[in-house]
């Protein structure tokens, strides 16, 4: 179905998000506050 297909690619893209995220937060203070 779409709605689980979109999911899906909601939470693959909110994964890979995070992980760049922890990246730049790695060698630069986090800019948001509040974080998952």
Same mark, same amino acid.
């Given at each position: 179905t779409v709605? /689980?297909? %979109?999911t /899906? /690619?909601g939470l693959? !893209? %909110?994964?890979?998000?995070l992980a760049i995220?922890?990246? !730049?937060?790695s060698?630069?203070?986090?800019a948001?506050?509040?974080?998952?």
């Amino acid at each position: 179905t779409v709605i /689980l297909t %979109t999911t /899906l /690619l909601g939470l693959a !893209f %909110t994964q890979v998000l995070l992980a760049i995220e922890r990246r !730049f937060t790695s060698w630069k203070p986090p800019a948001t506050g509040g974080g998952e």
